[in-house]
């Protein structure tokens, strides 16, 4: 999966940075250096499934960031980030 271009709506930054004190600076740093991709759920409609990527920022801070994928334009959707949990954490260092 290649991501070429990601967008993240206003009131989902917001939601993320309030909550869980994660900068949308930070998800660009772990969406665009080559985090881990795995299915997560079947979209509602057809072409809008769920995806979460596994990765580090530049400043050490593991995230998990989930994204709608649209392919045909290499875009990432955000709809929501946060740190790894205790058991993501340990799956993403085993790969």
Same mark, same amino acid.
């Given at each position: *999966?290649?991501?070429?271009?990601?967008?993240?709506?206003?009131?989902?930054?917001? !939601? +993320?940075?309030? =909550?869980?004190?994660?900068?949308?600076?930070?998800?660009?740093?772990?969406?665009?250096?080559?985090? =881990? %991709?795995? +299915?997560?759920? !079947?979209?509602?409609?057809?072409?809008?499934?769920?995806?979460?990527? +596994?990765g580090q920022t530049f400043g050490g =801070?593991?995230?998990?960031?989930f994204f709608v994928y649209k392919p045909e334009a290499k875009t990432a959707?955000? %709809?929501?980030?946060?740190? *790894?949990?205790? !058991?993501? =954490? !340990?799956?993403?260092?085993?790969?």
């Open positions: *999966m290649q991501i070429d271009y990601i967008v993240c709506p206003d009131y989902i930054e917001d !939601k +993320f940075e309030s =909550r869980h004190h994660v900068t949308v600076r930070e998800v660009r740093q772990v969406l665009l250096s080559k985090p =881990r %991709i795995r +299915f997560a759920e !079947k979209g509602h409609t057809e072409g809008n499934d769920v995806y979460g990527g +596994f =801070r593991y995230l998990s960031v959707i955000i %709809i929501s980030a946060r740190d *790894m949990s205790n !058991k993501e =954490r !340990k799956t993403y260092g085993r790969k």
